[in-house]
């Protein structure tokens, strides 16, 4: 069965720095596209960016480029998303998920989601 | 890059049938057949509920169907179940190779 499993909750103080991960098993990632979705407390889905493991090829939304870095190691089959500063705004539910196949454009299966809460 | 734009909430009795709307633009909804619909119980992730605009995963109820006209994508559920209470959440593919989610729409069966 396809899994994604992603790293713990996190609890931070703005301007530190925070590394989230997903995890697949090898054979349901290293060919996939893994894009990463946050979710603000009561609000909606907002995509930030995609990356392809294989060749770490990377995209991001115009709202997250330069705010976070998606990156991959596909040895481990894992992917990140980082913030070097982080912000109270950054405070939301953030999921992994991947893309159905190369040239497929739906999320077909998710992670169980990163809470993320920075606070002073 | 603007979200789609969805109604906040739907309604429906049970065995109904409801429709979401998903407005976009030619750069995004219009320029191609990738649109996606996404499921979502609170303190759940996201399901896949219809993707390529109307085919659906085998393991989702054939009550749901997608179509798409020019800038707009919908989402139908058919004979309303209690279980369909949740928020649905549209997804393009865009021109910018990039994707964009709805705002969302909050179902509830009456």
């Known amino acids: 069965e396809v899994q994604l499993v992603q790293s713990g909750a996190e609890v931070k103080k703005p301007g530190e720095s925070l590394k989230i991960s997903c995890k697949g098993s090898?054979?349901?990632?290293?060919?996939?596209?893994i894009g990463w979705v946050r979710q603000m407390p009561g609000k909606g889905l907002e995509w930030m960016g995609i990356?392809?493991?294989?060749?770490?090829?990377?995209r991001y939304s115009p709202s997250f480029q330069g705010q976070v870095t998606i990156s991959a190691d596909k040895s481990i089959s894992t992917a990140y998303l980082q913030w070097s500063s982080l912000k109270a705004s950054d405070t939301a539910m953030y999921y992994c998920?991947?893309?159905?196949?190369?040239?497929?454009?739906?999320?077909?299966?998710w992670g169980q989601g990163t809470l993320v809460t920075v606070s002073s | 890059q603007s979200a789609l734009t969805q109604p906040a909430s739907v309604s429906g009795s049970l065995g109904q049938s409801i429709t979401i709307s998903c407005t976009g633009t030619?750069?995004?909804?219009?320029?191609?057949?990738?649109g996606s619909w996404y499921q979502q119980h609170p303190g759940k992730a996201p399901k896949l509920m219809i993707y390529?605009?109307?085919k659906r995963p085998s393991r989702v109820s054939n009550r749901f169907s997608g179509s798409k006209s020019g800038n707009t994508a919908s989402l139908t559920i058919s004979g309303l179940q209690a279980e369909d209470e949740a928020d649905y959440y549209c997804?393009?593919?865009?021109?910018?190779?990039?994707?964009?989610f709805g705002t969302g729409t909050r179902v509830t069966v009456l």
């Open positions: 997804t393009s593919y865009t021109s910018s190779s990039t994707f964009v």
């Open positions: 998920a991947r893309l159905a196949c190369t040239s497929c454009y739906n999320f077909d299966y």
């Open positions: 090898r054979n349901s990632f290293i060919n996939y596209w």
């Open positions: 030619s750069r995004d909804v219009g320029s191609n057949n990738y």
């Open positions: 990356i392809y493991p294989g060749d770490s090829d990377t």
């Open positions: 390529d605009v109307s």
